[in-house]
């Protein structure tokens, strides 16, 4: 018996530029992504959703502050909130932090210069669905590719919450305590600015990202076993 | 009613375009210190009086032009209160 392909909604915004890739890796790694338009006022039938990388509503205001306010996000909310997993990969990370379904913000870079560039990660200790397949303390690379990056923690964030930090020297950005990812207290919500979606091909230079959307696709298709 | 938001990064809060913008007028000549950089959002509220301007564009800044965690703001209202 063949795996079953577990659904995966991958949003699309004005100005979205990294669906395609997120979508093909979801592919290759053996889910069936569905894109979603903003305007749509509910999800498909999905067992995960990703909110892709790019510049929604060219970054206006501050990055990721109106696509909150995108229909589809309100549905994305109510997942969430239901335990639906969800992952923001860069522009996807900022929307969910002015969504306040992660804790903090991102900002400028401290070098007000965009970045693009291979970053080497540390998997934290922390047992999360989305590092599932990866070991604590582990080192990862995967790409950036921001302008706005610069994570700045809430007062009294639980350092069970941020599960990837730059390796040390690495950071791109400035952002607070070298974080990359953080997760919402429940453990469903991930947000992180390095780019998994590019990073799945060693083709291409590193297969590492892989292994975070891998363990996404585990997450939804056994969430797809438990609702069918 | 025309109303002018002012935006800005809060005390304590890193601001890269503010300690850019010193570092320009420093090379410039000009003995400065401590520039930070916000924005201007100016409005046209249809509001009966400035009160409820006020608290419109309040509701506004809290959802939307400024994000508490890094951000205050302040609103400035033509007409008397």
């Not at chain 1, 659904?7 to 790694?29: C, E, H, K, M, Q």
């Not at chain 1, 590719?145 to 923690?153: E, L």
């Not at chain 2, 301007?53 to 205050?72: F, G, H, Q, T, Y």
């Amino acid at each position: 018996m063949t795996e079953r392909r577990p659904r995966i909604g991958v949003l699309v915004f004005p100005g979205s530029n990294d669906d395609g890739d997120a979508a093909w890796a979801l592919t290759a790694l053996g889910a069936e992504p569905q894109l979603v338009w903003h305007a749509e006022p509910e999800l498909p039938p999905v067992d995960a959703v990703v909110l892709p990388g790019g510049f929604s509503y060219g970054d206006y205001l501050r990055a990721g502050a109106i696509a909150r306010f995108a229909p589809a996000l309100s549905a994305v909310t109510e997942f969430a909130l239901e335990g639906g997993p969800v992952l923001g990969i860069c522009n996807g990370f900022q929307i969910l932090c002015e969504a306040g379904l992660l804790p903090g913000v991102l900002r400028p870079n401290a070098s007000l210069s965009f970045v693009c560039r291979d970053v080497s990660l540390v998997v934290e200790p922390a047992e999360t669905l989305f590092t599932a397949r990866c070991e604590p303390g582990q080192t990862l690379v995967i790409p950036v590719k921001h302008g706005d990056g610069c994570y700045q923690a809430p007062a009294g964030l639980p350092a069970a919450q941020v599960v990837l930090r730059y390796a040390p020297g690495e950071n791109p950005n400035g952002s607070d305590d070298d974080i990359a990812g953080v997760i919402n207290a429940e453990g469903n919500v991930l947000g992180l600015m390095p780019h998994p979606e590019h990073a799945v091909d060693t083709l291409l230079g590193s297969g590492d990202g892989s292994l975070i959307l891998a363990a996404l696709v585990d997450a939804a298709r056994e969430r797809s076993y438990a609702r069918a | 009613m025309r109303a002018t938001v002012l935006v800005r990064p809060k005390g304590g809060i890193l601001d890269p375009q503010g300690e850019a913008v010193e570092r320009a007028l420093r090379q410039l000549g000009f003995p400065v210190g401590d520039a930070r950089v916000g924005r201007v959002i100016d409005l046209e509220v249809d509001a009966a009086n400035v009160a409820e301007a006020r608290a419109e564009v309040e509701k506004m800044c809290d959802s939307l032009l400024a994000n508490p965690l890094i951000e205050s703001y302040e609103i400035e209202l033509e007409g008397r209160e």
